[in-house]
C-alpha cells in the first residue's frame, strides 16, 4: 500500500483548517492601555501611534466602557501627571492622577478588570524609573516608593499591580506591602523580562517618560541575553510574583517559549508601542494588510506559550473576531 503523505489534505478548505487550528485569539487574551492625563474632555492622538489617545478621566472611562462591551476583560493604566518632581510623588498619592482614574473606571463599569502599571518615569522630573543621585538610579531607595506606589493603586479599586521599572526585589517588596495593607488577595503582574528596547520610543511620547538623560541599560535588560531572562523570571516567581512577563512580544517570542517551557506560569506578552508603530505606518502605507499582520503576529504570540496579551491592536481585534464569526 502506499501511503503518501499528504499534509495538505487537512489544509483543503477552511471548515477543516479551522478544524484543526492549534492556536486561537479570544478576546479574553487581551488587556487594553489606556494613558490618563489631567484635564476634563480632554483627547490627544499620540502621533506615532495612530488611535491611541491620552485621555482624561472623563474619556478615559468612555473608553473603558467600549472596551468592556467589546468583551475586552481588562485594562492597564499608566499615568501623566500634572506636575513631575525628582521623586515622582503623584504616583503614590491618594489623589494622583491614576488613583482617581481606577475610582472613577470601578465607579461606572466595576466589572471591568483594572491593572495598573506601578512605575515613576511618567512622573519623575528626570524620566527615570526609580530615584536618582549623582546621576544614578539608586535600588533600593526605590522600592519603597514602588511599594506605596502599588498599595495606593490597591487602595483605589485596582484589581491587579504590574511593576514595570526592573529595580532589584520590587516584586517582593511590593508583596509585603500589599500584605501588610490588608491586599494579600491583589496579584502581582511582574514585568519580569523587560529589555531596554528601542520598541518603547512611541510610548515615551504618549506617556511623556523619555528619561532626560542617558537612557535604560543599568535597569533595564541586554536585547542580546536569554539565560539571564530565565533568571529574572525565576527571581520574580520566587519574589512572589503571580504572572510574569515579556516586554517586547515580537523580537523576543523565544524568550516566552522558554519562559512558558520552563516554568508554566500564566505568561503575559507587551505588543509594544514600536510594534504597533511599524505596522500602522506600513498598513498606512498601503505596504501590508493590517488586519492579516496583526492576526499573524499577535497568533504567533500565543503559539509563542503567551496566555494573555497587552496590545494596542486589542480592540480592532476583538472586533475581527465577531466579524468572523
Ligand atoms: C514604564 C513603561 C514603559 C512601557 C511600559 N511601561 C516604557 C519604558 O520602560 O521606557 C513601554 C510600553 C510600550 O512601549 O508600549 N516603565
Keep these: 500500500m502506499d501511503l503518501k503523505l499528504r499534509m495538505r489534505r487537512l489544509r483543503a478548505n477552511e471548515k477543516i483548517r479551522s478544524m484543526v487550528r492549534?492556536?486561537?485569539?479570544?478576546?479574553?487574551?487581551?488587556?487594553?492601555?489606556?494613558?490618563?492625563?489631567?484635564?476634563?474632555?480632554?483627547?490627544?492622538?499620540?502621533?506615532s501611534m495612530p488611535g491611541v489617545f491620552q485621555l482624561s478621566i472623563d474619556e478615559a472611562v468612555k473608553e473603558a466602557?467600549?472596551?468592556?462591551?467589546?468583551?475586552?476583560?481588562?485594562v492597564i493604566?499608566?499615568?501623566i501627571p500634572e506636575h513631575k518632581d525628582e521623586f515622582g510623588c503623584e504616583a503614590y498619592q491618594d489623589d494622583g492622577i491614576v488613583q482617581r482614574a481606577i475610582k472613577a473606571i470601578k465607579k461606572e463599569i466595576p466589572e471591568l478588570y483594572v491593572i495598573t502599571d506601578v512605575c515613576l518615569c511618567e512622573y519623575t522630573s528626570h524620566g527615570h524609573c526609580g530615584v536618582v543621585?549623582?546621576?544614578?538610579?539608586?535600588?533600593?531607595?526605590?522600592?519603597?516608593?514602588?511599594?506605596?506606589?502599588?498599595?495606593?493603586?490597591?487602595?483605589?479599586?485596582?484589581d491587579m499591580v504590574a511593576p514595570s521599572d526592573?529595580?532589584?526585589?520590587?516584586?517582593r517588596a511590593i508583596r509585603e506591602a500589599l500584605d501588610e495593607n490588608g491586599f494579600s488577595h491583589i496579584p502581582i503582574m511582574a514585568y519580569s523580562a523587560k529589555y531596554a528596547s528601542a520598541f518603547y520610543g512611541p510610548f515615551r511620547e504618549a506617556a511623556e517618560s523619555a528619561p532626560q538623560f542617558g537612557d535604560r541599560r543599568s535597569y533595564q535588560m541586554d536585547p542580546a541575553n536569554g539565560n539571564e531572562a530565565l533568571r529574572e523570571v525565576w527571581l520574580?516567581?520566587?519574589?512572589?510574583?503571580?504572572?510574569?512577563?515579556?516586554?517586547?512580544?515580537?523580537?523576543?517570542?523565544?524568550?516566552?517559549?522558554?519562559?512558558?517551557?520552563?516554568?508554566?506560569?500564566?505568561?503575559?506578552?507587551?505588543?509594544?508601542?514600536?510594534?504597533?508603530?511599524?505596522v500602522k505606518a506600513a498598513a498606512r502605507?498601503?505596504?501590508?494588510?493590517?488586519?492579516?499582520?496583526?492576526?499573524?503576529?499577535?497568533?504567533?504570540?500565543?503559539?509563542?506559550?503567551?496566555?494573555?496579551?497587552?496590545?494596542?491592536?486589542?480592540?480592532?481585534v476583538v472586533k475581527w473576531l465577531k466579524e468572523a464569526k
Excluded at 526592573?166 to 516584586?171: E, F, L, P, T
Aim: hydrophobic share 40%.
Design 22 to 47: 492549534e492556536n486561537h485569539l479570544h478576546p479574553e487574551d487581551f488587556i487594553y492601555p489606556l494613558f490618563i492625563a489631567p484635564g476634563e474632555k480632554y483627547r490627544k492622538e499620540v502621533s
Design 65 to 74: 466602557k467600549e472596551v468592556h462591551e467589546l468583551g475586552i476583560p481588562a
Design 77 to 79: 493604566l499608566f499615568g
Design 133 to 158: 543621585r549623582n546621576g544614578e538610579v539608586i535600588n533600593d531607595e526605590t522600592l519603597e516608593l514602588l511599594a506605596k506606589t502599588a498599595v495606593s493603586h490597591a487602595k483605589a479599586g485596582a
Design 166 to 171: 526592573m529595580m532589584d526585589g520590587r516584586v
Design 236 to 278: 520574580d516567581i520566587e519574589e512572589g510574583a503571580d504572572i510574569v512577563m515579556v516586554k517586547p512580544a515580537l523580537s523576543y517570542l523565544d524568550i516566552v517559549w522558554r519562559v512558558k517551557q520552563e516554568f508554566g506560569y500564566p505568561v503575559c506578552v507587551y505588543n509594544v508601542s514600536g510594534e504597533y508603530a511599524l
Design 285 to 316: 502605507n498601503g505596504w501590508v494588510e493590517e488586519k492579516r499582520i496583526v492576526l499573524e503576529i499577535l497568533t504567533s504570540m500565543k503559539r509563542a506559550g503567551a496566555d494573555l496579551i497587552i496590545s494596542y491592536h486589542a480592540k480592532d
